[in-house]
């Protein structure tokens, strides 16, 4: 780890929350934040209190995959309020007496303005705003004061200082689950990967498991499923390091009715959730 001033305990913005699961993957476009964006529709379906932290500083995703591009952070006296994506008391389309949980997202996407301003920012300004990130973030699962059940962090691709600054924050904070690694089938073979496991052992992260996004194709027409490129990379990978695969996600003509989400569209993104394959995968978080 980075020498420098390493946090003695958990930030007190974390010290409720129950469990902490990073998303990590070798490369950009693999679907973290798909990946991340369906895990957190998963657990708030089961009745867990959910906040999603997104620092992935090299396009940050969250907000439109989530319907809430254009809501706003405030700045409270215990520091900032996360943006409300779904909440149980105020949604009243809470049909068929599902008790779902809450979820709030904070990304940097809500204080860039712009999506268009890609973020310039150099390594050390990068790595404050992180820490900032983990230490000042009102996290109550809505607003009766309900610790959250889960915090899912959608990281930056790759190992970097962004990474080791997380690592750093988090080394003190106990409910720190581990990191579920995202790969899609023609990557699972490479460094990136390899690079992310070795990280996660570096610091002392647990890995919950392997993700094989995009794994095949359902053709809406036929319901046969076209490996278009090679599969089951991602779970003799994780045979070979003895980690545990969590699943396969096929192409999913569903995900790209995500990012078309209109804000405030909670319907359309609990719809959207029907159709997650993610389901079997949750069993094993
Ligand atoms: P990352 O966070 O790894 O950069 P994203 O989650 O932003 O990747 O996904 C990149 C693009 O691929 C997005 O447009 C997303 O909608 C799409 N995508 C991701 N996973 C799937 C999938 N299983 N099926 C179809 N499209 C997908």
Known sequence: LEQGVVPQAAPKSLEKVKHIILILSGKGGVGKSSVTTQTALTLVNKGFNVGVLDIDLTGPSLPRMFGVESKQV???????????????????????????????????????????????WRGPKKTAMIRQFLKDVVWNGGDNDTPLDYLLI?????????????????????????????????DVATADVRKEINFCKKVNFDIIGVVENMSGFICPFCSECTNIFSSGGGSKLSQSLDLTFLGNIPIDPKFVEMIELQDNDTKKLIDLYDGCELKPIMEGI
Do not use: C
């Open 74 to 120: 405030h700045q409270s006296v215990a520091g900032w309020v996360p943006v409300s994506v779904y909440n149980n008391n105020h949604n009243s389309n809470n049909d068929n007496n599902i008790k779902r949980g809450n979820l709030s997202l904070m990304s940097l996407g809500f204080l860039l303005g712009n999506r268009n301003n890609s973020v310039v």
């Open 154 to 186: 959608d990281t930056p691709p790759g190992t970097s200082d962004e990474h080791i600054a997380i690592a750093e924050e988090l080394r003190w904070a106990s409910p720190i689950d581990g990191a579920i690694i995202v790969t899609t089938p023609q």
